[in-house]
Protein backbone atom coordinates (compact mmCIF):
# COMPACT_ATOMS: atom_id res chain seq x y z
CA UNK A 1 0.00 0.00 0.00
CA UNK A 2 1.72 3.26 -0.81
CA UNK A 3 0.99 6.10 1.89
CA UNK A 4 1.39 9.91 1.29
CA UNK A 5 2.49 11.59 4.52
CA UNK A 6 1.19 15.32 4.27
CA UNK A 7 2.03 18.16 6.55
CA UNK A 8 1.36 20.14 8.70
CA UNK A 9 -2.16 18.86 8.48
CA UNK A 10 -3.13 22.71 10.29
CA UNK A 11 -1.98 25.78 9.63
CA UNK A 12 -2.97 29.20 11.00
CA UNK A 13 -1.47 32.12 9.65
CA UNK A 14 -1.77 35.64 8.94
CA UNK A 15 -2.32 37.32 5.92
CA UNK A 16 0.47 38.30 3.76
CA UNK A 17 2.43 35.30 5.36
CA UNK A 18 3.80 32.77 3.45
CA UNK A 19 3.56 28.87 3.74
CA UNK A 20 4.49 25.44 2.78
CA UNK A 21 2.58 22.43 2.78
CA UNK A 22 4.38 19.17 2.27
CA UNK A 23 3.55 15.63 0.78
CA UNK A 24 6.28 12.98 1.14
CA UNK A 25 6.61 8.88 0.11
CA UNK A 26 8.73 6.15 -0.12
CA UNK A 27 6.73 5.39 -3.27
CA UNK A 28 7.26 6.55 -6.73
CA UNK A 29 4.39 8.28 -8.51
CA UNK A 30 3.51 8.75 -11.86
CA UNK A 31 2.21 11.91 -10.89
CA UNK A 32 0.72 14.27 -8.56
CA UNK A 33 -1.93 16.19 -8.02
CA UNK A 34 -2.89 18.89 -5.72
CA UNK A 35 -6.74 19.72 -4.78
CA UNK A 36 -8.75 22.39 -2.73
CA UNK A 37 -11.66 21.41 -0.89
CA UNK A 38 -14.26 23.62 0.74
CA UNK A 39 -16.71 22.41 3.70
CA UNK A 40 -19.62 20.22 1.93
CA UNK A 41 -18.10 19.76 -1.48
CA UNK A 42 -16.39 17.58 -3.85
CA UNK A 43 -12.11 18.48 -4.44
CA UNK A 44 -11.46 21.03 -7.13
CA UNK A 45 -8.01 20.39 -8.67
CA UNK A 46 -5.56 22.82 -8.72
CA UNK A 47 -2.78 21.22 -10.20
CA UNK A 48 -1.28 18.27 -11.72
CA UNK A 49 2.32 17.50 -11.64
CA UNK A 50 4.31 15.10 -14.04
CA UNK A 51 7.54 15.23 -14.33
CA UNK A 52 10.26 14.78 -12.07
CA UNK A 53 11.62 18.23 -11.30
CA UNK A 54 8.40 19.86 -12.16
CA UNK A 55 7.52 23.44 -11.36
CA UNK A 56 4.37 24.70 -11.76
CA UNK A 57 3.03 28.36 -10.21
CA UNK A 58 -0.85 29.30 -10.28
CA UNK A 59 -0.55 32.96 -9.23
CA UNK A 60 0.67 32.93 -5.75
CA UNK A 61 0.86 29.46 -5.56
CA UNK A 62 3.76 27.52 -6.61
CA UNK A 63 3.64 23.50 -6.83
CA UNK A 64 7.01 21.36 -7.35
CA UNK A 65 7.01 17.27 -7.55
CA UNK A 66 10.49 15.87 -6.39
CA UNK A 67 13.47 14.50 -8.70
CA UNK A 68 12.36 11.06 -7.14
CA UNK A 69 8.85 11.61 -8.20
CA UNK A 70 8.17 10.39 -4.22
CA UNK A 71 7.38 14.11 -2.50
CA UNK A 72 5.88 16.79 -3.59
CA UNK A 73 5.58 20.59 -1.88
CA UNK A 74 2.84 23.51 -2.31
CA UNK A 75 4.19 26.99 -1.36
CA UNK A 76 1.49 29.93 -1.12
CA UNK A 77 2.90 33.56 -1.09
CA UNK A 78 1.50 36.36 1.12
CA UNK A 79 -1.48 34.28 1.39
CA UNK A 80 -5.01 35.70 1.63
CA UNK A 81 -7.96 34.96 3.52
CA UNK A 82 -9.57 33.28 0.87
CA UNK A 83 -7.50 30.79 0.29
CA UNK A 84 -8.49 29.22 3.82
CA UNK A 85 -9.90 25.60 2.95
CA UNK A 86 -8.54 22.03 2.98
CA UNK A 87 -5.77 21.15 0.47
CA UNK A 88 -5.04 17.75 -0.73
CA UNK A 89 -2.17 16.24 -2.18
CA UNK A 90 -2.92 13.16 -4.30
CA UNK A 91 -0.32 10.55 -6.01
CA UNK A 92 -1.52 8.51 -8.59
CA UNK A 93 -0.09 5.12 -8.25
CA UNK A 94 2.14 3.93 -10.77
CA UNK A 95 1.58 -0.07 -11.20
CA UNK A 96 0.92 -3.19 -8.67
CA UNK A 97 -2.70 -3.36 -7.66
CA UNK A 98 -3.37 0.06 -7.03
CA UNK A 99 -2.17 1.10 -10.62
CA UNK A 100 -4.38 3.93 -11.78
CA UNK A 101 -5.53 4.87 -8.38
CA UNK A 102 -5.11 8.00 -5.95
CA UNK A 103 -3.62 7.72 -2.67
CA UNK A 104 -4.19 10.86 -0.78
CA UNK A 105 -2.52 12.41 1.89
CA UNK A 106 -4.36 13.22 4.96
CA UNK A 107 -4.61 17.04 4.33
CA UNK A 108 -3.57 20.21 5.72
CA UNK A 109 -6.59 22.41 7.12
CA UNK A 110 -5.36 26.37 6.30
CA UNK A 111 -6.49 29.61 7.99
CA UNK A 112 -5.29 32.70 6.94
CA UNK A 113 -6.69 35.37 9.25
CA UNK A 114 -7.38 38.99 8.00
CA UNK B 1 -14.80 21.47 -18.99
CA UNK B 2 -15.91 17.93 -17.84
CA UNK B 3 -18.84 17.69 -14.83
CA UNK B 4 -19.95 15.27 -12.55
CA UNK B 5 -22.88 15.30 -10.98
CA UNK B 6 -24.16 13.17 -7.40
CA UNK B 7 -27.99 13.15 -6.56
CA UNK B 8 -28.83 13.44 -4.04
CA UNK B 9 -26.69 16.05 -2.76
CA UNK B 10 -27.57 15.43 1.09
CA UNK B 11 -29.51 12.44 2.32
CA UNK B 12 -31.10 11.61 5.93
CA UNK B 13 -32.27 8.15 6.44
CA UNK B 14 -33.36 5.80 9.34
CA UNK B 15 -30.96 3.34 10.68
CA UNK B 16 -31.90 0.03 8.67
CA UNK B 17 -33.31 1.46 5.74
CA UNK B 18 -30.99 1.50 2.27
CA UNK B 19 -29.95 4.65 0.28
CA UNK B 20 -28.89 4.94 -3.45
CA UNK B 21 -26.13 7.39 -4.36
CA UNK B 22 -26.29 8.39 -7.97
CA UNK B 23 -23.03 9.72 -9.79
CA UNK B 24 -23.10 11.09 -13.42
CA UNK B 25 -20.30 12.17 -15.51
CA UNK B 26 -22.65 14.96 -17.56
CA UNK B 27 -20.79 15.73 -20.47
CA UNK B 28 -18.30 12.41 -21.21
CA UNK B 29 -18.23 9.26 -21.23
CA UNK B 30 -16.36 7.18 -18.06
CA UNK B 31 -15.24 3.90 -18.02
CA UNK B 32 -13.91 4.41 -14.68
CA UNK B 33 -15.50 5.45 -11.41
CA UNK B 34 -14.15 5.76 -7.96
CA UNK B 35 -15.73 5.93 -4.87
CA UNK B 36 -14.61 7.80 -1.59
CA UNK B 37 -15.38 8.52 1.67
CA UNK B 38 -14.46 11.19 3.70
CA UNK B 39 -15.13 12.06 7.39
CA UNK B 40 -15.09 15.51 9.03
CA UNK B 41 -11.85 16.94 8.86
CA UNK B 42 -10.24 14.26 6.92
CA UNK B 43 -8.84 13.08 3.36
CA UNK B 44 -10.42 11.35 1.58
CA UNK B 45 -10.59 7.25 1.76
CA UNK B 46 -11.12 4.88 -1.43
CA UNK B 47 -13.82 2.79 -1.15
CA UNK B 48 -13.73 1.16 -4.37
CA UNK B 49 -13.25 1.29 -8.20
CA UNK B 50 -16.29 0.94 -10.66
CA UNK B 51 -15.62 -0.26 -14.12
CA UNK B 52 -18.46 -0.15 -16.57
CA UNK B 53 -20.10 -3.41 -17.40
CA UNK B 54 -18.34 -5.46 -14.52
CA UNK B 55 -17.93 -5.99 -10.64
CA UNK B 56 -16.60 -3.34 -8.66
CA UNK B 57 -13.42 -3.60 -6.63
CA UNK B 58 -13.39 -2.80 -3.12
CA UNK B 59 -10.79 -1.69 -0.90
CA UNK B 60 -9.78 -3.98 2.12
CA UNK B 61 -11.78 -3.14 4.82
CA UNK B 62 -14.65 -2.30 2.97
CA UNK B 63 -17.54 -4.64 2.73
CA UNK B 64 -18.72 -4.95 -0.81
CA UNK B 65 -22.24 -6.39 0.92
CA UNK B 66 -23.11 -3.11 2.91
CA UNK B 67 -22.07 -0.90 0.13
CA UNK B 68 -23.30 -1.87 -3.21
CA UNK B 69 -21.86 -0.64 -6.13
CA UNK B 70 -23.73 -0.55 -9.67
CA UNK B 71 -21.88 0.87 -13.05
CA UNK B 72 -24.28 -0.09 -15.24
CA UNK B 73 -23.36 2.77 -18.35
CA UNK B 74 -20.67 4.71 -19.36
CA UNK B 75 -22.26 8.04 -17.68
CA UNK B 76 -23.46 6.49 -14.20
CA UNK B 77 -22.87 4.51 -11.42
CA UNK B 78 -24.49 4.18 -8.24
CA UNK B 79 -23.66 3.16 -4.61
CA UNK B 80 -26.21 1.82 -2.15
CA UNK B 81 -25.24 2.14 0.96
CA UNK B 82 -27.73 -1.20 2.66
CA UNK B 83 -28.94 -1.60 6.20
CA UNK B 84 -27.82 2.03 7.12
CA UNK B 85 -26.32 2.42 10.41
CA UNK B 86 -25.02 5.77 12.56
CA UNK B 87 -21.32 4.91 11.89
CA UNK B 88 -22.04 4.58 8.20
CA UNK B 89 -22.99 8.70 8.17
CA UNK B 90 -20.53 10.55 5.91
CA UNK B 91 -19.69 12.34 2.74
CA UNK B 92 -19.22 10.53 0.09
CA UNK B 93 -17.46 11.51 -3.21
CA UNK B 94 -17.42 10.00 -6.97
CA UNK B 95 -15.16 10.81 -9.17
CA UNK B 96 -14.71 9.85 -13.00
CA UNK B 97 -12.26 9.34 -15.12
CA UNK B 98 -12.75 10.24 -18.73
CA UNK B 99 -12.91 6.86 -21.57
CA UNK B 100 -9.95 8.81 -23.32
CA UNK B 101 -7.26 10.71 -21.34
CA UNK B 102 -4.47 10.50 -19.59
CA UNK B 103 -4.21 8.26 -16.50
CA UNK B 104 -4.35 11.33 -13.82
CA UNK B 105 -7.38 12.60 -15.49
CA UNK B 106 -10.13 12.33 -13.30
CA UNK B 107 -13.21 14.83 -12.40
CA UNK B 108 -14.47 14.99 -8.63
CA UNK B 109 -18.90 14.99 -8.01
CA UNK B 110 -20.06 17.58 -5.55
CA UNK B 111 -20.51 14.68 -2.79
CA UNK B 112 -23.26 13.10 -0.80
CA UNK B 113 -23.91 14.08 2.92
CA UNK B 114 -24.91 10.88 4.25
CA UNK B 115 -27.04 10.96 7.66
CA UNK B 116 -28.22 8.14 9.17
CA UNK B 117 -30.59 8.65 12.11
Known amino acids: TQLLEQSPQFLSIQEGENLTVYCNSS?????LQWYRQEPGEGPVLLVT?????EVKKLKRLTFQFGDARKDSSLHITAAQPGDTGLYLC??????????????FGQGTILTVHP | GAVVSQHPSWVICKSGTSVKIECRSL??????MFWYRQFPKQSLMLMAT?????????EQGVEKDKFLINHASLTLSTLTVTSAHPEDSSFYIC?????????????FGPGTRLTVT
Open chain 1, 27 to 31: SVFSS
Open chain 2, 27 to 32: DFQATT
Open chain 2, 95 to 107: SARPFRGPSYEQY
Open chain 2, 50 to 58: SNEGSKATY
Open chain 1, 90 to 103: AGLNAGGTSYGKLT
Open chain 1, 49 to 53: VVTGG
